[in-house]
């Protein structure tokens, strides 16, 4: 019977096809120890010989083409993977991520007549070299992490602004504390600061400042680039306490004039508190000693959380959010020009205004936020790519969802994911 068996084979065609599938889908050890169960128990290396043994197709005829980078080790030697915008298949996989590999493959399929890419400089290169003209479309999605970064950035060199105002408090029998007084690992970083400054603007390198002062290459650079020492001094949030949804309760008791702390300890304990006695007694201690403040401010928000509210979309902001972002911008300047460039150019990114582009960079060029200027000059450097991802509707998100896919196959077949085996994996799987 026509295609039951082949000439000295050990398989037939089906099981053969099944193999294939399981290697495919699975690597090599997952994959056998799924066909034990299967009636066709097979080694994990003969599954690997498998998918080395199947051939790849020709690319196909690709007329809008997606294009990123992903990693082969981390950090060291990376790959470049090519989607079919209008079907999200992959068409090929190529050994690096250099603007001549890519460029020579666009070379033989002149039929490209966009790409769309994330900000790397090389495939921007070699879309040009290889397709002058062709229209080349920035990813939305790289231009708000883009955004996001510069916004973090900003926010981080004015993190004072998060913490909220001091109450004023009087504490019988005490002093108040100097003001501007810092603590010693405050005022370590400041002197470490202007000492590495004072070498770097000498024109000594960084290794020779690392030499000198005994520190790591990284962190000399991480202070010879800071403009000021506040950009060093990371300001921890405090923690918070268990017992803090429940001081107002307390503080209203204390008031009423009941002062046990076992008791109001059993009563909180109802409401959900699952702390000690202990420290319900040293926060009735500091409600006897300083009447004027019964309950702790609230810890000020990090900065990821502002990231996340100035970028994000203001309908899926909650209220307290919300509130909270309008104080932080009317207690600081910088904060409300951040959040007021910020989220114009994310507006006019979601709603694809990229005519709108040339204005907003006007208005980051003319502010005070550095950071933000230093991204609209990187959007001016690549304006037609950026305008085009702002204004047509196609997007690299195919793309990414494929590098995730990649990571996972490539950590499937462990020590044995070479690039051969990786490619045809991605290329071959449905």
């Not at 690709?62 to 915008?85: C, N, P, Q, Y």
Request: charged letters at 30%; one cysteine or more.
């Amino acid at each position: 019977m026509d295609g039951l068996t082949v000439p000295y084979g050990r398989r037939t065609p089906a099981a053969q096809r099944l193999l294939e599938r399981v290697a495919l889908a699975l690597g090599g050890q997952a994959g056998g120890r799924l066909t034990a169960h299967i009636v066709v128990p097979t080694s994990g290396s003969t599954l690997l010989r498998t998918i080395h043994r199947l051939d790849v197709p020709a690319p196909p005829r690709v007329e809008v083409l997606g294009v990123d980078e992903f990693s082969l080790r981390r950090g060291r030697v990376f790959g470049t993977i090519l989607v079919d915008m209008e079907t999200h298949r992959p068409v090929d996989v190529l050994p690096d991520h250099t603007a001549d590999t890519f460029a020579a493959w666009l070379r033989e399929h002149p039929e490209v007549r966009m790409v769309c890419r994330d900000r790397g400089g090389a495939f921007a290169e070699a879309a040009e070299r290889a397709l002058p003209g062709v229209p080349q479309v920035a990813d939305r999605w790289h231009l708000l992490d883009n955004l996001a970064t510069a916004v973090e950035k900003a926010i981080r060199r004015n993190r004072a602004c998060l913490n909220p105002p001091e109450p004023e408090r009087t504490v019988p029998g005490r002093a108040p504390d100097a003001d501007g007084e810092e603590s010693p690992a405050r005022q370590q970083i400041r002197a470490r600061w202007t000492e590495i400054r004072t070498l770097y603007e000498r024109g000594t390198t960084i290794t020779a400042i690392s030499e000198q002062t005994g520190l790591d290459r990284k962190t000399v650079r991480r202070y010879a680039h800071a403009d000021t020492a506040d950009e060093l001094i990371t300001v921890r949030p405090r923690r918070g306490s268990a017992l803090a949804p429940h001081m107002p309760y307390l503080a209203a008791r204390w008031a009423e004039g009941c002062n046990n702390a076992q008791t109001l300890r059993d009563e909180i304990a109802a409401r959900g508190y699952t702390g000690g006695r202990k420290t319900v007694r040293r926060f009735l201690n500091e409600l006897a000693d300083n009447k004027t403040s019964p309950t702790k401010p609230a810890p000020p928000p990090s900065v990821r959380e502002v990231v996340r509210w100035i970028v994000g979309r203001a309908e899926r902001q909650s209220e307290a959010a919300r509130r909270q972002l309008k104080e932080l911008c009317e207690r600081c300047d910088h904060l409300a020009e951040i959040n007021r460039l910020a989220r114009s150019f994310a507006t006019l990114l979601r709603q694809r205004h990229g005519h709108r582009l040339p204005e907003w960079i006007a208005r980051a060029d003319a502010s005070d936020i550095k950071e933000l200027r230093t991204f609209a000059l990187g959007l001016r450097k690549d304006l037609d790519a950026v305008t085009a991802g702002l204004t047509l509707p196609g997007s690299s998100g195919a793309v990414e969802g494929h590098v995730n896919r990649t990571k996972m196959l490539k950590r499937q077949t462990y020590g044995r994911a070479s690039f051969a085996l990786l490619r045809r994996r991605i290329l071959l799987a449905d």
